[in-house]
């Protein structure tokens, strides 16, 4: 197992992972887009375990690096040094946020074959990219727990998704291999597998806005890893991306 995570964009999504990596034992070197300084809270916050620095930085010191940005940002991960690394990525695609992106549109790849491509040296391996960052905190679990969920990893590399099955496990999740990032679509935005399994049934009558910050506030569902293979398997590839909102 690694002992540190380099994060490459320090949001809701790797904020959350880092509270988790943390908690674990693990150390953290956080980065986003404008400077190490403007991590200071969240870094105290963290504790000593944690540190900010550049995205370079980042990805120089991390065992295991973390993607978490926005896909339209993909073009700045330090393809040099990632070089030789696992990468997990965390992306989604959105074309009213990122831009249209044709090979995607057309499903010619999803969008970890492209973060791949743009990582000729690096293992990529999609991961944390079905669940909202309130329930990826609150479902967290230790290993054996009878109400541990299971989420979804896919990528080309064997031994990189070995390391990415052992991550999830010390964060407090069991994996479920969903095959190559060829195959990562299963996981994807439009899919059974992404959401709504890890938020549960929504109260009756709620209207979109109402819905919304519902979703931001449930403490979320357990999803088996029965389940995740039943919901992965039974998915139907439609159109790329989904609305942001």
Known sequence: MPTTLGFIGSGMIGGTLARLAVTAGLDVVLANSRAPHTLAGLVTELGSHTRAATPAEAAEAG??????????????LPADILAG?????????????DGHIGALDSNELTSSELVQR?????????????LGFHQLLTLARPSGTPDRSALPVAGDD??????????????????????????????GPNTALYGFPYLGQPPAGLDAEELQHWAAQSPGVHVSAQRVKELAEAAVRGPAGASYS
């Not at 690394?85 to 946020?97: G, H, L, Q």
């Not at 998704?161 to 195959?183: C, F, N, P, R, S």
């Open 85 to 97: 690394k696992t990468v997990i990525d965390t992306t989604n695609y959105y074309p009213e946020r």
């Open 118 to 130: 743009h990582l000729p040296g690096a293992h990529v391996v999609k991961a944390f990219n079905n």
């Open 158 to 187: 064997a031994t990189a998704k070995q390391q990415a099955t052992e991550l999830l496990d010390v964060l407090g999740y069991d994996a479920v291999d969903l095959g190559t990032l060829a195959d990562s679509w299963r996981s």
């Open 63 to 76: 065992d295991l690096v973390v993607a978490a940005i926005p896909l339209k940002a993909y073009g700045r």
